[in-house]
């Protein structure tokens, strides 16, 4: 598998290739257009038809649906405004963060530690976070979570409670209420879709 989704032509990994592109990339699902969003829902759906089933090929079969998935994005969403970051050592400071958020979203997560991992005051940070990312800080933590417990009403049969608190939502009310607005749908409808 690793064969087909690892390495490019000419030296360059496919991995490279993709970070490169999403750096410029609106990858949150609220930025998709309906048919990106429809074609990277059946491309996920594939995937885990092909890792649930394992027939012959398998392997290869989710690595080209994991190529076709990363294509998809990279046509179909939006390009930002203004570049992302440049290369630097506080783009490396601000990866600090996002990595932080995607590692910690089923905890609590404040603007104030966060800044303090930048080395930044909480004000400044809040305005560096929506400058660069586009969004605010509490709505991208908001969608973070949103974006995981899509992923897992797609790909488990995890109760939708539980779903809620591992994706560090602390009320049951609010997730449904924050799930609808960002869906149109409610948790239940949007795993039977």
């Known amino acids: 598998m690793g064969a087909f989704t690892n ?5 360059t990994t496919s991995i490279q290739l993709y970070q490169q592109e999403f750096s410029n990339l609106q990858t949150l699902s609220r930025y998709w257009t309906p048919s990106a969003y429809s074609k990277i829902k059946t491309l996920i759906y594939n ?3 092909e890792y649930e089933n394992q027939e012959n090929a398998w392997e290869f079969a989710i690595a ?10 990279i046509r179909s969403l939006p390009k930002r405004a203004t570049p992302l970051l440049e290369n630097t050592t506080e783009s490396m400071v601000f990866q600090k963060v996002i990595t932080y ?3 910690n979203f089923e905890s609590k997560i404040t603007l104030d530690e966060c800044a303090k991992l930048c080395n930044f005051n909480p004000s400044y940070f809040s305005k560096y976070f929506k400058k ?11 969608s973070s979570r949103l974006e995981q417990a899509k992923w897992l009403l797609l790909t488990t049969n995890i109760s939708i409670t539980d779903i809620a608190y591992q994706c560090g939502f602390s009320n049951l009310c ?3 209420k924050l799930f609808k607005q960002e869906t149109g749908v409610s948790a239940s409808i949007y795993r039977k879709m």
Do not use: P, R, W
Request: charged share 10%; net charge negative.
């Open 101 to 103: 958020i995607a590692d």
């Open 47 to 49: 995937m885990h038809e």
């Open 64 to 73: 080209t649906f994991a190529n076709l998935l990363m294509l998809t994005a």
């Open 132 to 142: 660069h990312m586009g969004i605010t800080f509490q709505d991208y933590v908001k």
């Open 7 to 11: 390495t490019l032509s000419f030296g």
């Open 174 to 176: 609010v997730f449904n």
